[in-house]
């Protein structure tokens, strides 16, 4: 039976939903393992997401500290190190936060390290396979890791999501004295800085026309606004049109951009990386154009068509337009 | 200010459709573009920017065989100062902790005050910077859409959810994985590249850094790759066939049933 530690993302006292998904996962890696939440933070915030944490894990271990009150990696690592036994298997979700911390816990634990798991084969013996995606979704990898010295590993959000977690109902225990003294970094956070508002919000837009690297250039954007126009749409788009300065931030769908829920989400040369789909919530009608078949949006769309939307925009755009005289 | 920018030579992900072959056992390498790993030229573009604003110099280094070469070049066309490549049999077969220490010893020959990554590469794990700054006992912060220059520290910017910026301060030395839009990387002309194309270029193998062959390579990975595969797709989306006013013309219809057109 494996020890595993499931590290809580939360944010102004509330759990990340990944609270119940590392759970999952790790009832997937063992189904027998005792499954141990960790909830670092201030104080209050602590309590709230120990008691949250503890429907699902039977032991939950809160480190407490008014310094801990933003998840500073730095500061956090060497507690976890000194608080979690060798050998255990930590859990943490690939987000910003986990990719923070993760990487640089499984070096000081001497543990093995995997990214971003999709999915858990199971454990035979000291070797664990996971699955993962490379090559931006295009293939999956079986990767057989060697837990005999333990392991950190990070879980894609959303992917061991159910609506079928056992309660628990488990115990909190106050960890904060066995972690020792809050550490002094050498990485010292200042401040969150939100993001600007636009002049569109798509988080309100029930339709949305988002477009991606297949719009190839600024210039040829005027075709989707075009298009979103006629169609009582807004235009939103993926991360490399915001890297490449052709629209605002606002307008990015992702999970570092907005999350929206529209009615109809219309991706146009949009390839449908996870971080991209991260930021579609509500079940959508999607339609997806691309040129590649093998597009990971088109296992998500509804309604597909393999094509080049530089012509297929043009031609939509047209034809609705006739027909609304 | 000196700075050390870690690159890959990476598939291209944007240029190819990547297959797995017929055994399962890797991908299809025949006629694959190769390129550096877009995160890399972002960071390599804020090294070079940091260095013209503060002065120092910006060294590019690469885990790799002998294609590793074009890339170091590339980088170095773009305005890098000097390359290395980290390069021996012995390395191959690395994880992500076995690249990590190998770069730590390319870090710990050199005097560095700054190391950079790309946030990610394409097997998308985003390890290898959080690794190298562990085993070098230094400060990380990953995912960095921003950093300016102060004396003895820097002040760096990290994307989190939402669009939101966590802003830091962190002590130099330190390693900084870069996301893409930090900036805009330069273009590489064709004269830029003749310019280096005569350079020397370094290479260090395991017994010039001092590696230990069992902690590196096959023979130190944790995490392999037992195959490769490409799932059977489920229900997946429903093609529209057909020429482009058939396919537009049904594509109105179903977007007028679901309240797509107002």
């Known amino acids: ?325 | 200010m000196e700075i050390l920018v870690c690159v890959k030579r990476v598939p291209d992900t944007a240029e190819n459709e990547i297959a797995v072959n017929k055994d399962g056992s890797d991908i299809v390498r025949d006629d694959l573009v190769y390129s550096v790993n877009e995160w890399d030229n972002y960071a390599v573009e804020e090294a070079i920017q940091i260095r013209d604003k503060v002065g120092g110099s910006v060294t590019v280094v690469a885990v790799g065989d002998d294609d590793a070469e074009e890339i170091v070049r590339r980088e170095m066309a773009m305005g890098a100062d000097t390359g290395i490549i980290m390069k021996d049999s012995a390395f191959e077969g690395s994880d992500g902790l076995g690249i990590a220490k190998i770069l730590a010893k390319c870090v710990s020959m050199g005097k560095y005050d700054l190391v950079l990554t790309g946030a990610m590469a394409d097997d998308g794990a985003g390890q290898v910077g959080g690794m190298l700054a562990a085993l070098l006992d230094w400060p990380y912060a990953s995912v960095v859409n921003k950093v300016e220059a102060g004396s003895g520290k820097l002040t760096v910017g990290r994307e989190i959810e939402g669009g939101n910026q966590e802003m830091n301060e962190i002590e130099l030395p330190c390693v900084l994985s870069i996301q893409t839009g930090i900036n805009e990387p330069r273009y590489v002309g064709i004269r830029g590249i003749r310019k280096v194309a005569s350079v020397e270029i370094p290479c260090h193998g395991k017994d010039a850094c001092g590696l230990d062959a069992a902690s590196i390579g096959d023979a130190g990975a944790k995490v392999k790759r037992a195959a490769y595969f490409v799932p059977v797709l489920g229900e997946g989306a429903e093609m529209i066939e057909g020429s482009t006013d058939e396919q537009v013309d049904k594509l109105i219809e179903l977007l007028k049933a679901k309240g797509g057109i107002k």
């Open chain 1, 1 to 325: 039976m494996m020890a595993i530690f499931a590290i809580i993302q939360h944010k102004s006292g509330k759990a990340d939903d990944t609270v119940a998904e590392l759970c999952l996962a790790a009832k997937k890696i063992d189904a027998a393992a005792a499954v141990t939440a960790i909830v670092v933070g201030k104080a209050a915030d602590c309590d709230a997401v120990a008691a949250e944490a503890a429907k699902y894990y039977a032991n939950v271990w809160k480190i407490a500290a008014d310094a801990l009150a933003y998840p500073n990696a730095e500061l956090i690592r060497p507690m976890l190190v000194k608080l979690i036994p060798a050998g255990s298997i930590v859990l943490a979700p690939f987000t910003p936060f986990g990719m923070d911390l993760c990487p640089g816990l499984s070096v000081k634990m001497n543990a093995a390290y995997c990214a971003d798991v999709v999915g858990v084969d199971g454990l035979e013996g000291a070797a664990l396979t996971v699955n993962r995606q490379e090559y931006a979704g295009q293939v999956y990898a079986k990767m057989k890791i060697d837990v005999s010295g333990g392991a950190v590993l990070t879980c894609r959000p959303g992917v061991f999501a159910s609506d079928d977690v056992p309660v628990v109902n488990g115990a909190v225990a106050d960890k904060t004295a066995d972690a020792g003294a809050v550490p002094a970094a050498k990485r010292r956070f200042l401040e969150v800085v939100e993001a600007e508002v636009g002049d569109v919000d798509i988080t309100k837009s029930d339709v949305l026309v988002s477009v991606g690297r297949g719009i190839e250039s600024q210039e040829n954007l005027e075709i989707a606004f075009d298009l979103a126009k006629i169609m009582g749409a807004d235009v939103s788009c993926s991360r490399p049109i915001v890297d490449a300065k052709w629209l605002e931030k606002s307008r990015q769908v992702g999970t570092s951009g907005q999350t929206v829920k529209p009615k109809v989400y219309m991706a146009m040369g949009i390839s449908g990386a996870f971080q991209h789909l991260g930021g579609i919530k509500g079940n959508p009608f999607i339609v997806a154009v691309n040129k590649n078949p093998k597009a990971p949006i088109f296992q998500v769309a509804e309604v597909g068509i393999v094509g080049d939307i530089l012509e297929l925009i043009p031609a939509l755009t047209e034809k609705i337009s006739e027909m609304k005289g």
